[in-house]
Structures are given as C-alpha cells and as structure tokens.
C-alpha cells in the first residue's frame, strides 16, 4: 500500500501560564492512500490535537510542533509555510468538525460556502462551481439540490447541516478527510445516517479517511485500522478486528468495557475510574499506570515500549513483556466473547 501520510515522533505542546502542555509526545503513525485510520482517546488523549498540528491549525502563539515530521506526499508539513498550507488545506487534506453550525457560515447560501473552495483551489468559473455544488449535495444525499443550493445554513436540520459540510470538505477531492468526532453532535439514528455516507463517499471517492472519536462503536462503522491514544502517546493499534477482539492495552479494554452492547444481559456500562494525566507535569512510567488495575512497579519507573503483536498489530504496556503475570482481559471488554 502507497503511504499518503506519515507523522514521525511528532511531539506538540501548548505553552500556558502554569506552564507548557505536552499534549502529544512521540506520535508516530502512517495512512495508506484510501484508507481510513480511527484515533481513539477519551478528551484531553491529544487526539484532537495531533490532527490539527497535520493542518497546522493549533492556536496561535502558543501551540507549537515541538519535535517531528508530517510527510505527506513527500513533503514535511512540519516545516511547511503558512502560504504552502493555504494551498493543502481543502485542497489536499480536508477538515470536518464535531458542530456543523460552527463550521457553516450562517450568513451564506450554502452554494457559495460550496463554490468558495472550488473558485479558490481549482480555478472554477462562477458557473462551473455552482453545478459542481448541486453534484456534491447530490452526492451526500440532499434532497432537491437545485433548489436547497440557494438556502442559508438554519434552514438545514443538523443531520442535512453535516451532510453539507461533508460535500464541502470534498469539494476539491481531497487525498485525505479528517473527521473529528462527526457524528458526537448529532441524535443516535442520524449519526449512523453519516458514517454511512462517509463509507459510501469512501468507496466512490478513494479519500483516506481520519475519524476522530472518543467512541469506539462509531469506530466498528467506519474504519479499518485504529490507534488508542492516552495521555498523549499512542498505546494500542491495530486493525478493527484486532482492536475489538484481541485488544492487549488496559486502557482499551477499558474503552471497550465503557461501550454500550447490544447483546449484553448484564445493564454494565464501566466507565474508566480516574483521571488522565497531567501533560505538563507527564508522569515517567506508563501514563495510565495511575488508573491500571494491572499495574506493577516497573509501570511507574519506566515507560513500556511498543510490542508487537502481530504485523498489523502494536501495544505499549509491561504486560506484554515476558516475565510478567498472564492477564486476561475483563469480561466487559470482551466482544463476541472472543480473547
Ligand atoms: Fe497498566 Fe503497566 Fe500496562 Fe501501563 S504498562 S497499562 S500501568 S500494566
């Protein structure tokens, strides 16, 4: 498979009064042309933040890529200009938000919002544009496009708001979507409603896909490979299947466990007890040592390096090293009663 983007030992922080947040440290990741790649860690993991440092969108001032590379078509994003951004951002690589009101500007026809992009990175005319607009909304699902092009945001329900964000991030055929939490602001049935478009557009687009989520059951819809992500680092990945059935981290089977499951007998829903840890004063061993049932003395001291498990499949944690105690994951983690 042909890599579109590859982030290297990525670190970024934030400098704030108390101090600097080392909110992602040491992210190494890849994305295959076409595919789709899930991030996954409750809030504060750095999820969100390492996929704005890829669009160079940290807060000005006082975000900044402190170590790392960002290739990306053979081009360090890293090091690239504000300009050269300009000219990847919705052209290239593509961006999608949790709140699709934020996203659109309320005081223009969701046409123009379409044809602004189209005008600036593909040199459209006024005219072109605008049948390219009624194509996407065609194409995520919007009801007569001809007529709905000319309408402004609030006259979109929240599910049709999304679906015109969406044909906006596509607009320019991006390599690559980056979706953060897509669907988080919208009602149960409405959100399978859009993984099934993202999968569908997927298919007919060949985009590789980044789905941002603190949910792995959005996760099970829509991508292929998943990276768990916890106090900034990344501590588990490996393909879907992997993921769900032999998950080898603590911390995922406490993701796993915090999931609603259809088939259960049991009403248990665990949420993982504690806190994550504070990134400006990171802890040295293992960061989830503080809230691991597992965990042993060598947790504290040292930070666990990334075992593989299989080709395909990477975790970080001292349960996986040879001398210590066999530990099964906990029933509520377990899908399909598989370990
Ligand atoms: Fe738990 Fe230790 Fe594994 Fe960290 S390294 S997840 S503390 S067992």
């Known amino acids: 498979m042909e890599k579109l983007l590859e982030l290297e030992n990525l670190h970024v922080s934030f400098q704030t009064y108390g101090g600097e947040v080392k909110a992602v440290r040491g992210v190494s990741l890849s994305l295959d ?41 053979g081009k360090d994003l890293a090091k690239a200009s504000e300009r050269e951004m300009e000219k990847i951002r919705g052209a290239e690589i593509s961006m999608i938000f949790q709140d699709p009101m934020t996203s659109l500007n309320p005081t223009m ?26 194509n996407l ?14 309408e402004y945001p609030h006259q979109f329900s929240g599910g049709m708001r999304q679906r015109v964000v969406i044909a906006i991030a596509l607009a320019c055929n991006p390599k690559v979507l980056i979706a953060d939490e897509p669907t988080t602001a919208l009602d149960v049935t409405i959100q399978a409603q859009i993984l099934d478009l993202m999968r569908d557009l997927q298919d007919k687009t060949g985009t590789a896909i980044i789905l941002i989520t603190h949910d792995l059951g959005v996760v099970a819809n829509l991508a292929q490979r998943v990276a768990v992500m916890y106090g900034g680092m990344i501590v588990e990945t490996g393909t879907v299947d992997e993921i769900f059935y032999k998950p080898k981290h603590p911390y995922t089977w406490g993701l796993l466990a915090s999931m609603p499951k259809l088939n259960a007998d ?11 840890p504070d990134l400006m004063n990171p802890p040295k061993g293992c960061p989830f040592a503080a809230r691991c049932p597992y965990a042993m003395e060598v947790c504290l001291e040292h930070m666990p390096e990334a075992t593989n498990v299989s080709s395909s499949h990477k975790a970080a944690c001292w349960l996986l090293d040879e001398r210590a105690p066999k530990v099964e994951p906990p029933e509520a983690a377990v899908v399909g009663g598989a370990r």
């Not at 040199?123 to 072109?128: I, P, V």
């Not at 049991?266 to 994550?276: C, D, F």
Request: a positive charge; aromatic letters at 2%.
């Open 33 to 73: 042309k076409g595919e789709s790649l899930a991030i996954v860690g409750e809030s504060g993991s750095g999820k969100s933040v390492t996929s704005k440092a890829v669009m160079r969108l940290l807060p000005n001032k006082i975000g900044s890529i402190k170590e790392g590379a960002i290739r990306f078509q």
């Open 109 to 134: 026809t969701i046409g123009k919002q379409i044809m602004e992009g189209l005008r600036k990175h593909q040199n459209m005319s006024k005219s072109e544009a605008k049948e390219r607009s009624i």
């Open 137 to 150: 909304l065609k194409l995520v699902g919007i009801p007569n496009p001809e007529l709905r092009v000319d």
């Open 266 to 276: 049991s009403k248990e829903l665990l949420a993982i007890p504690g806190t994550p």
